[in-house]
């Protein structure tokens, strides 16, 4: 199975369990409150965004993730940024990640 389909599997997952917040406001209070254990961003994103979330990252020590269709992923279309906050769906997203070389390793 290649890597961005069990990465979006399992981010489709977190997000139909209700762990993941998107938008900017939303990303922004769940980094803030401490609530986001992985922040994902779409890798088509624009500068601006990218930029956003580097910032917020670094501001925050969390680990941040590039993902293909991150919006189809979690029900919104559109969206590109989103936090997730379970730590459990974000260790095995992690994990995915670094058993395959990260998504350019596919």
Do not use: W
Request: aromatic residues 2%; contains cysteine; proline residues 2%.
């Amino acid at each position: 199975m290649r890597v961005q389909t069990k990465l979006r599997g399992m981010i489709s997952l977190s997000a139909k369990a209700g762990k993941v917040r998107s938008g900017e406001t939303a990303v922004r209070a769940a980094a803030r409150k401490g609530e986001a254990a992985l922040l994902l961003a779409e890798e088509t994103a624009s500068t601006n965004t990218k930029s956003t979330m580097d910032k917020l990252a670094a501001a925050y020590a969390l680990p941040l993730l590039y993902v293909q269709d991150l919006g189809a992923c979690i029900g919104k279309p559109g969206r590109t940024m989103a936090a997730l906050c379970d730590e459990g769906f974000a260790k095995a997203i992690a994990r995915i990640n670094d058993e395959h070389g990260g998504v350019e390793g596919e």
